[in-house]
């Protein structure tokens, strides 16, 4: 079956951190391009990041510049999200995405990450 | 960035109504657009691709349309099962941006 399954999330503190995977199954990992898509409580859809196939081509978005990072082991299928300084306002599911000629269109469950004290 | 406005930001439809929904950039992105369809507690689901490709085992009364700065998504004729939140998304550049979104409610 082709699918994500995303894991990792949880309940942490303000400025700690917290390392967020995605297992992909069904297709060939490596030959994708992937993403990192958020929706705070009741709010709209906010691209994270991407990752070229290879681990090249990072893109992120200006709010987590400098604390998350996308990578990904083709080896294992797998994508991640590591997440530090984490704040109130990383609120949010987090869910994993294939990009294909840049749309979205193979979507994990999504992980819940709450940021509180 | 290149900011997308959808409007409206919620409607109220009966079920056999015609709705249309539209996505305005704020540059050109030629036809870099998608239309994403998300139930409440669900993944996001992806509707249409480049402006006006019909995602596959997408039922054909959805259908998109526009280039450059206007697209829009109509649903022909709404189901029960339609009643959901509409978001565009650009992937012409990075940064990419989602529109607000659009909630489809029962009138």
């Known amino acids: 079956e082709v699918q994500l399954v995303e894991s990792g999330g949880g309940l942490v503190q303000p400025g700690e951190s917290l390392r967020l995977s995605c297992a992909a199954s069904?297709?060939?990992?490596?030959?994708?391009?992937m993403a990192w898509v958020r929706q705070a409580p009741g709010k709209g859809l906010e691209w994270v990041a991407n990752i070229g196939h290879y681990g090249s081509g990072e893109y992120n978005v200006d709010s987590v510049r400098g604390r998350f990072t996308i990578s990904r082991d083709n080896a294992k299928d797998s994508l991640y999200l590591q997440m530090n300084s984490l704040r109130a306002d990383d609120t949010a599911v987090y869910y994993c995405a294939r990009e294909n000629w840049g749309t979205f269109d193979l979507w994990g469950q999504g992980t819940l990450v709450t940021v509180s004290s | 960035d290149i900011q997308m406005t959808q409007s409206p930001s919620s409607l109220s439809a009966s079920v056999g109504d015609r709705v249309t929904i539209t996505c305005r950039a704020s540059q050109g992105i030629r036809g870099d657009l998608d239309w994403y369809q998300q139930k409440p507690g669900k993944a996001p689901r992806p509707l249409i691709s480049g402006a006006s490709s019909l995602q596959s085992g997408v039922p054909s009364r959805f259908s998109g349309s526009g280039s450059g700065t206007e697209f829009t998504l109509t649903i022909s004729s709404l189901q029960p099962e339609d009643f959901a939140t509409y978001y565009c998304l650009q992937h012409n550049s990075y940064p990419r941006t989602f529109g607000q979104g659009t909630k489809v409610e029962i009138k």
């Open positions: 069904g297709f060939t990992f490596s030959t994708y391009w």
